[in-house]
């Protein structure tokens, strides 16, 4: 793979420097093909190129019985192209001349006419043109000169030996340019293709489950980083599942266990009772079917738990709010609490900073909330524990459960909200399904709500509820 896309890249590269220089070698060609065949003005329209203007200057000298003179309109175009004229019989002596600048030779010999057109032999800035009139079987000659520093001309001289032979280097230094390309492209592919490896490499090790950790670096570094953060994220997730996974199996061992110890017991008084060798007394059926019916209770508790915590983790539960005075809810669930004779002893405040706080709440599911998160309270604390229980509203509901009791270790704290988990500090007789306070949670949060858990060992714990 790590050479496939080396040499990939490499090709690209190499192909679109032949690509470009095909491109350049086209649009020369279409340009001298442009300007020679169709004859297309290309930078400087033909019609205004001084040598243009030279040849077609030759309509504005008027010669008459050998007088020489130029057309007024002749005289403007020299002006406006900053020229002077000189007009040369068939000896290379001057007849007429028009803006000359003093000092300008008054005959020329032929070499100097074809030194003065192919060097500035004027001066630094002026520019000698050759044009030619016929006119009464003579020919007269006449030089141009144009003072404009922009205008220039070079003379090149070749012969077709040594044209070759430019050639013939030129095509040296393409294949010598291909090569460099092609080296410098190699080292640049190397340089590009290894990083993309080492991100595929760990893509297809992601897709294993195989989490990798790479540096980042380069122009892959802000991929690197986002496949480092996947990474980590994966990893945690996995590491998070395989932790509910085992709570699970340590959860359904437990509830087995708990479910089949009062099963056992309903089957044990129930075969008892139905033995035609016992006789009961009233009151002992009384207590055995008030047994009975506190482990069917129980069973059913923990059934009713499984229904409601699978329906509100799959978003399947369906709230019926209602206008709600959460304040006179609050003091039914403490009261309700409080006249339970197992609790009846047990020290419960109720505080609310007034006596009217509407919601629109599902009355039912936030008092099954409310009922879980303070019965966790009393059941894994000692007798002795004082439990207060606040509503206040400020910009939102505020709902506060603090007790003095033992307190959570924070290792348990982290897990308390958790599906399966429950209390290394709950006695036997207190057994629950373990769903009671992640039930509370879904409840507050399918409410729109927000809850948190703080405790100290030793010095209580505080759970606040905002709504």
């Known amino acids: ?15 679109v420097v032949i690509f470009i220089i095909f ?56 002006s406006s192209w900053n020229a002077w004229i000189q007009i040369l019989d068939e000896t290379g002596k001057e007849l007429f001349s028009y803006r000359a600048p003093e000092g300008l030779k008054k005959s020329y ?33 006449y030089l141009i000169g144009m003072e404009n520093r922009n205008i220039n001309r070079y003379f090149i001289l070749y012969d077709n030996q040594s044209l070759f032979g430019m050639v013939k280097a030129g095509g040296i230094v393409l294949v010598i340019d291909i090569l460099i390309t092609l080296l410098i492209g190699y080292f640049l592919s190397k340089q590009l293709t290894k990083p993309l490896y080492t991100l595929i490499d760990g893509i297809k090790r992601l897709a294993t489950n195989e989490y990798f950790h790479a540096r980042p670096a380069g122009v892959f570094k802000q991929v690197f980083s986002n496949i480092n953060h996947l990474s980590n994220q994966l990893k ?66 923990v059934i009713e738990d499984l229904s409601l915590t699978t329906r509100l983790k799959n978003k399947e539960l369906t709230l019926n709010p209602k206008a ?33 706080i509407p919601a629109e709440v599902d009355e039912i599911l936030v008092r099954r909330a409310i009922h879980n998160l303070i019965y966790n309270a009393l059941i894994h604390n000692d007798a002795n524990v004082s439990i207060a ?52 949670k879904d409840i507050i949060q399918e409410h729109g709500g927000e809850i948190a858990i703080h405790s100290e060992v030793g010095r209580g714990t505080t759970i606040d509820i905002q709504m």
């Open 23 to 78: 491109i350049n070698l086209f649009l020369t060609l279409a340009f001298f093909t442009a300007r020679s065949v169709l004859n297309i003005p290309f930078f400087q329209e033909e019609e205004h190129s001084p040598e243009q203007f030279t040849r077609q200057f030759q309509e504005q000298i008027m010669i008459s019985n050998d007088s020489l003179t130029i057309a007024d309109s002749g005289k403007d175009e020299l």
């Open 236 to 301: 945690a997730n996995e590491s998070e599942r395989k932790k509910l996974d085992q709570m699970k199996e340590e959860w359904v061992t437990n509830i087995s266990h708990d479910i089949k110890t009062p099963l056992a017991s309903i089957q044990g008084f129930a075969e008892m009772m139905k033995d035609p060798d016992y006789r009961f007394t009233e009151d002992e059926i009384r207590e055995y079917a008030d047994i009975i019916e506190k482990k069917s209770l129980y069973i059913k508790e």
């Open 1 to 15: 793979m790590k050479w496939k896309l080396t040499v990939r890249y490499l090709v690209s590269v190499v192909f």
């Open 109 to 141: 010999t032929p070499s100097e006419i074809v030194q003065m057109y192919k060097y500035k032999e004027v001066n630094g800035e002026t520019t000698v043109f050759v044009g030619e009139k016929k006119a009464g079987g003579r020919a007269y000659s």
């Open 389 to 440: 229980v606040r509503i206040e509203r400020t910009d939102r509901i505020h709902i506060v459960i603090q007790d003095n009791g033992k307190g959570i270790r924070k290792e348990e704290l982290d897990k308390i909200f958790d599906r399966y988990y429950r209390g290394t500090n709950t006695g036997d007789a207190h057994k629950g399904s373990g769903l009671g306070m992640a039930i509370a």
């Open 324 to 356: 709600t005075n959460l304040v006179v809810l609050l003091r039914d669930i403490v009261i309700d609490i409080v006249n339970d004779p197992k609790y009846a002893k047990r020290h419960i405040e109720f505080h609310a900073n007034q006596e009217h």
